[in-house]
């Protein structure tokens, strides 16, 4: 009998299968088409007695060249997880106040296309989830009232939508333009697209439908130009809480929002809270009296601020107090990696203990991510968790005593992990990738420091080829961050395991401005970036070579984004490297400041417009040195990338090499983002880690 495929990978998930595990010289090396098998699980959400955990599982559907995702179940306890439902775009499930019910996010197909997401419910005692939206813009950011009676939730969907949904249901649609007339300066977002300024996302709640009751029409309680962030309702139900951003063309200001709330039934929005800088993720104490959120002070003016914790009384007026003054490190932060999951989603916010006296949330630091315990009376610090991994998001059960942790390392993509509280042993609830796993030679990278030119400490990591032998010579990688404020570490990257299959030694290190470091690591670059930057990225390179099993005359050089302008520099510096590969990069700072999709109007990064010292921004862009230029180049685009548009980075640097008639060329991938090396289209991602090998072999 020949069993679908569907049956068969739901049977290696659940452990069906008696094949037993490859010993190490069976195991294979790594592939670039292994993506195609990946899986990753996404927003863990544990129920409210802490005895189950919802997530996200996310699989590619190779023959679609897509991503799908539905929702999984898994026991506190362990066992096999429990599939809820079919997907193939199903996302963020949120339980009821009584556990029995889950809410949850679905856009269907039509024609083979995602329609606009529509809100869920399903009942965990059995049958069909049912649709309670129907709105033309769809519907997202759902959360339960306390008593489970309500769901606000975040729709775009106007007045005039819903009048038009009415009228076309009758007569044949008028006709609409599709003229664009711009008046912001920020008009487009990567991986989004153009902005929509007549759909602005907005707060609406809906009464939840009985058992096989008819839905009720969801209110829309805010509305204008303004948006409303994910709302969160106070403990009483009588309020819902909300971040915005309610300054016309905000990028005339330094960065900023503010939390605001507003009556349940409607009415007078007021604010709650603000600080010099941006609200992000917050909480509500378990009295409801106080709101715990991650924030970023936006004074004095710097490139990078770490993001701190703040607390404030639920009440308008209340002065915000930073528990994270003398605190140095990333609060709510993470690590740079390509294997996120993609397209699902998941976000955390702050965790109050059951007595109200502490808070946490997610740590970065020094190239790991854990979570950790503040003091609300004292701002002191403890570790919940700690070792060699990134914690990429969690969440608590009602009383706040058990945790569901979504946890990656160097040589696992993701699992869910159980815990009972700070300092206990993380359990695992899952493990998605097993089987393809046992299967791999994998091998964990090496972590070292530095001196660089200066004396300063920098951090890095080797990944080195499964069978290496510190005897022989092999090619070197130096594989380089974007950002420029983000952080490699203990996460798992496709990328450096594929390329060490290939036989190379790959070099990954946070030059100062990387995140994780403190404020004065990650600011010193301000004003000058690239720079100093560059030579802790060569300090590297000396460092690995005089250990002898790194062929000098076979060094390569490679990074996106930030790190693609930082290969430009690299080989307008020096002719050392053998071939390089920038990715989605910056080439002339000017040409970039028009065109990329958010604005650089205040001085983090430059002290003004190109217009303003035309000096600095050239001397700062690699094109103004393309003469120096010797190393074979290939240049990696998104042809839809609007955060580093090809005509100001990869364009730039192959027409004048060119011209020049110097070694170069340039790949470019359909449709593709700056998000192309994360969850771009699966084969496109194949592809470039083909591209970018061949091209070092």
Same mark, same amino acid.
């Given at each position: 009998?020949?069993?679908?495929?569907?049956?068969?990978?739901?049977?290696?998930?659940?452990?069906?299968?008696?094949?037993?595990?490859?010993?190490?010289?069976?195991?294979?090396?790594?592939?670039?088409?292994?993506?195609?098998?990946?899986?990753?699980?996404?927003?863990?959400?544990?129920?409210?007695?802490?005895?189950?955990?919802?997530?996200?599982?996310?699989?590619?559907?190779?023959?679609?060249?897509?991503?799908?995702?539905?929702?999984?179940?898994?026991?506190?306890?362990?066992?096999?997880? #429990?599939?809820?439902?079919?997907?193939?775009?199903?996302?963020? &499930?949120? !339980? $009821?106040?009584? %556990?029995? =019910? *889950?809410? /949850? @996010?679905?856009?269907?197909?039509?024609?083979?296309?995602?329609?606009?997401?529509?809100?869920?419910?399903?009942?965990?005692?059995?049958?069909?989830?049912?649709?309670?939206?129907?709105l033309s813009k769809g519907a997202a950011a759902a959360a339960w009232s306390p008593d489970g009676k309500r769901i606000a939730f975040l729709s775009s969907t106007t007045a005039e939508d819903q009048a038009k949904t009415k009228e076309t249901k009758q007569t044949k649609p008028a006709h609409e333009s599709d003229v664009r007339v711009i008046t912001s300066a920020e008009f487009r977002m990567d991986n989004?697209?153009?902005?929509?300024?007549?759909?602005?996302?907005?707060?609406?709640?809906?009464?939840?439908?009985?058992?096989?009751?008819?839905?009720?029409?969801?209110? #829309?309680?805010?509305?204008?130009?303004?948006?409303?962030?994910? &709302?969160? !309702? $106070?403990?009483? %139900?009588? =309020? *819902?809480? /909300? @971040?915005?951003?309610?300054?016309?063309?905000?990028?005339?200001?330094?960065?900023?929002?503010?939390?605001?709330?507003?009556?349940?039934?409607?009415?007078?929005?007021?604010?709650?809270?603000?600080?010099?800088?941006?609200?992000?993720?917050?909480?509500?104490?378990?009295?409801?009296?106080?709101?715990?959120?991650?924030?970023?002070?936006?004074?004095?003016?710097?490139?990078?601020?770490?993001?701190?914790?703040?607390?404030?009384?639920?009440?308008?007026?209340?002065?915000?107090?930073?528990?994270?003054?003398?605190?140095?490190?990333?609060?709510?932060?993470?690590?740079?990696?390509?294997?996120?999951?993609?397209?699902?989603?998941?976000?955390?916010?702050?965790?109050?203990?059951?007595?109200?006296?502490?808070?946490?949330?997610?740590?970065?630091?020094?190239?790991?991510?854990?979570?950790?315990?503040?003091?609300?009376?004292?701002?002191?610090?403890?570790?919940?968790?700690?070792?060699?991994?990134?914690?990429?998001?969690?969440?608590?059960?009602?009383?706040?005593?058990?945790?569901?942790?979504?946890?990656?390392?160097?040589?696992?993509?993701?699992?869910?992990?159980?815990a009972d509280g700070p300092g206990g042993q993380l359990k695992p609830l899952t493990h998605i990738n097993k089987k393809l796993f046992a299967d791999l030679r994998l091998s964990a990278p090496e972590e070292f420091w530095y001196p660089s030119f200066d004396g300063r400490k920098i951090q890095a990591w080797l990944q080195k080829p499964p069978d290496f032998d510190p005897s022989k010579k092999y090619p070197?990688?130096?594989?380089?961050?974007?950002?420029?404020?983000?952080?490699?570490?203990?996460?798992?990257?496709?990328?450096?395991?594929?390329?060490?299959?290939?036989?190379?030694?790959?070099?990954?290190?946070?030059?100062?401005?990387?995140?994780?470091?403190?404020?004065?690591?990650?600011?010193?670059?301000?004003?000058?970036?690239?720079?100093?930057?560059?030579?802790?990225?060569?300090?590297?390179?000396?460092?690995?070579?005089?250990?002898?099993?790194?062929?000098?005359?076979?060094?390569?050089?490679?990074?996106?984004?930030?790190?693609?302008?930082?290969?430009?520099?690299?080989?307008?510096?020096?002719?050392?490297?053998?071939?390089?590969?920038?990715?989605?990069?910056?080439?002339?700072?000017?040409?970039?400041?028009?065109?990329?999709?958010?604005?650089?109007?205040?001085?983090?990064?430059?002290?003004?417009?190109?217009?303003?010292?035309?000096?600095?921004?050239?001397?700062?862009?690699?094109?103004?040195?393309?003469?120096?230029?010797?190393?074979?180049?290939?240049?990696?685009?998104?042809?839809?990338?609007s955060r580093t548009p090809s005509t100001s980075g990869g364009e730039t640097m192959f027409r004048a090499l060119k011209f020049l008639k110097k070694p170069v060329v340039m790949v470019r991938f359909p449709g593709e983002s700056h998000e192309l090396s994360r969850s771009g289209k699966p084969w496109h991602r194949v592809e470039r880690l083909e591209h970018i090998v061949n091209w070092f072999d």
């Amino acid at each position: 009998m020949r069993l679908s495929r569907r049956f068969v990978l739901l049977a290696l998930v659940l452990g069906m299968t008696a094949t037993p595990a490859a010993t190490a010289a069976e195991k294979r090396l790594i592939s670039e088409k292994d993506l195609f098998q990946f899986a990753w699980a996404a927003d863990p959400q544990i129920s409210p007695d802490g005895t189950r955990v919802a997530f996200v599982k996310v699989t590619v559907n190779q023959d679609k060249d897509r991503y799908e995702t539905a929702l999984w179940m898994v026991s506190a306890q362990g066992g096999d997880p #429990q599939r809820l439902t079919n997907g193939p775009h199903d996302s963020s &499930p949120r !339980w $009821s106040p009584e %556990g029995n =019910r *889950l809410l /949850f @996010v679905r856009a269907i197909e039509k024609d083979d296309k995602a329609q606009p997401s529509q809100l869920y419910l399903m009942s965990l005692s059995g049958g069909e989830p049912t649709e309670i939206t129907t709105l033309s813009k769809g519907a997202a950011a759902a959360a339960w009232s306390p008593d489970g009676k309500r769901i606000a939730f975040l729709s775009s969907t106007t007045a005039e939508d819903q009048a038009k949904t009415k009228e076309t249901k009758q007569t044949k649609p008028a006709h609409e333009s599709d003229v664009r007339v711009i008046t912001s300066a920020e008009f487009r977002m990567d991986n989004r697209g153009y902005r929509d300024f007549k759909h602005r996302a907005h707060i609406w709640t809906l009464t939840v439908p009985p058992a096989g009751g008819e839905n009720a029409s969801p209110k #829309q309680l805010t509305n204008g130009e303004f948006e409303e962030g994910p &709302p969160t !309702w $106070s403990l009483d %139900g009588s =309020r *819902l809480y /909300f @971040v915005s951003v309610r300054i016309h063309e905000p990028y005339y200001h330094l960065r900023e929002s503010e939390l605001y709330s507003i009556s349940a039934d409607g009415g007078k929005i007021q604010k709650v809270a603000a600080i010099e800088g941006t609200i992000a993720s917050f909480a509500l104490s378990p009295d409801g009296k106080r709101i715990a959120f991650t924030g970023v002070l936006n004074r004095p003016v710097n490139s990078y601020t770490p993001p701190g914790l703040f607390v404030v009384e639920a009440a308008p007026g209340a002065v915000p107090r930073n528990l994270t003054a003398s605190y140095d490190y990333d609060v709510g932060g993470g690590l740079t990696g390509d294997q996120h999951p993609p397209r699902a989603g998941g976000a955390s916010r702050p965790v109050w203990n059951r007595a109200g006296t502490t808070v946490m949330d997610t740590i970065a630091r020094q190239g790991r991510t854990n979570l950790e315990i503040f003091d609300i009376a004292s701002g002191r610090t403890s570790p919940y968790s700690s070792g060699d991994h990134e914690v990429t998001s969690f969440s608590a059960s009602a009383d706040g005593t058990r945790l569901a942790l979504l946890v990656a390392t160097p040589t696992n993509i993701g699992d869910i992990y159980i815990a009972d509280g700070p300092g206990g042993q993380l359990k695992p609830l899952t493990h998605i990738n097993k089987k393809l796993f046992a299967d791999l030679r994998l091998s964990a990278p090496e972590e070292f420091w530095y001196p660089s030119f200066d004396g300063r400490k920098i951090q890095a990591w080797l990944q080195k080829p499964p069978d290496f032998d510190p005897s022989k010579k092999y090619p070197l990688i130096l594989n380089i961050h974007g950002g420029p404020h983000a952080a490699y570490g203990y996460t798992f990257d496709h990328e450096f395991q594929w390329m060490a299959a290939k036989g190379y030694v790959v070099l990954y290190p946070n030059p100062r401005g990387s995140s994780s470091y403190g404020r004065e690591f990650g600011n010193i670059i301000q004003y000058h970036y690239p720079g100093d930057d560059y030579k802790d990225l060569m300090a590297g390179v000396d460092e690995v070579i005089r250990r002898g099993y790194v062929d000098p005359e076979r060094l390569g050089v490679t990074g996106g984004s930030g790190g693609g302008l930082l290969t430009n520099w690299v080989i307008i510096q020096t002719d050392r490297f053998a071939a390089a590969v920038s990715q989605r990069s910056i080439a002339d700072w000017s040409a970039w400041w028009y065109a990329a999709d958010f604005t650089l109007f205040h001085p983090n990064w430059f002290k003004t417009a190109p217009f303003g010292d035309p000096a600095d921004y050239a001397a700062r862009s690699p094109i103004t040195y393309i003469r120096n230029v010797k190393t074979p180049l290939m240049l990696i685009e998104g042809e839809a990338d609007s955060r580093t548009p090809s005509t100001s980075g990869g364009e730039t640097m192959f027409r004048a090499l060119k011209f020049l008639k110097k070694p170069v060329v340039m790949v470019r991938f359909p449709g593709e983002s700056h998000e192309l090396s994360r969850s771009g289209k699966p084969w496109h991602r194949v592809e470039r880690l083909e591209h970018i090998v061949n091209w070092f072999d």
